[in-house]
């Protein structure tokens, strides 16, 4: 991959959870790519969730003076599982704990334990759990800590995954069992496309004034070159338009939009929130309307 800027400069600093058993560190890598390094305090063991590449990873790791022991995938496109292949180039991957989807655990290179829904991840002393989070790609795994939950490509902040294989009501389901996580739960993705989510969102409930205090908090982060990932789950539940279904505003403005969807459920709702940033109406329009 052709070396590009990072849209992050200063990622997030490292933060605790599961009452302060793992230390979450923050690496940026290609061009919007957030790796997460998860560190056992106790024991110093070290897993990565999904990457694109190893190099900024083992960078890192060098100059913390991390031992990296196991690679967590959420799932199996290119940009999560090509630290997988780089690892394997170096002969590093052998010796580490490869955790993966289950259900497509040929398609998780180096895997030695393939997990599906409820299943018990440890790292050093601490323990987190599967949840399987199907709806953009087959498959999709998303592993929950006390304090977090490392969701890939499901849960976006303000935003979700594309539906490559769907359908629509596999993405809702995960969606729906996410923002049932405790409020302090923090979101941590793969990407930094918040700002993108967020003018989206802002079409379809100008009334939401949680939204308007997020994109002007955003922006905010987003100039200092802060990366606005982590999220919480109350935050999303409040601004995310995949999780807004009960909006009236928001229902309204998609029935303006999308006259020929029904939108008589839940899961109608979501199918034609997607489907309308999908066509990337918003994208048309500039800042100026937003509340900044």
Known sequence: MTATKHVVSVPTPPFRIADGAIEVHQVVAWQDNLIWLLVCTATGAAAVVDGPEADPLLRYCDAKGITLTAVFNTHTHHDHVGINYQLAEQGRLDALEVVGPA????????????????????????????????????????????GAIFCGDTMFGAGCGYLFDGPPSK??????????????TRVCCAHEYTEDNLRFAWT???????????IRETWQIRSRGQCSVPSTIAV???????????S?????????????????????????????????????????????
Do not use: W
Request: charged fraction near 30%; include cysteine.
């Open 103 to 146: 259900l497509v655990s040929d398609q998780v290179p180096g895997l030695t334990r393939g997990v599906h829904e409820g299943d018990v991840v440890a790292l050093g002393k601490a323990r987190g759990r599967v949840m399987l989070t199907e709806g953009h790609i087959n498959g999709h795994v998303s592993y929950v800590f006390d």
């Open 204 to 214: 379809l409930e100008p009334d939401n004034e949680a939204l308007a205090s997020r």
């Open 248 to 292: 009236d505003t928001l229902r309204k403005n998609l029935r303006a939009a999308m006259p020929d969807r029904s939108l008589q459920s839940a899961c109608e709702v979501f199918a034609a929130t997607r489907a309308l940033k999908d066509r990337k109406d918003y994208r048309k329009l500039d800042d100026s309307r937003l509340p900044l």
């Open 236 to 246: 999303e539940r409040a601004t995310n338009p995949f999780l807004r279904h009960h």
């Open 171 to 184: 993405m809702h389901e995960s969606l729906s069992r996410i923002a049932k996580l405790d409020d302090a």
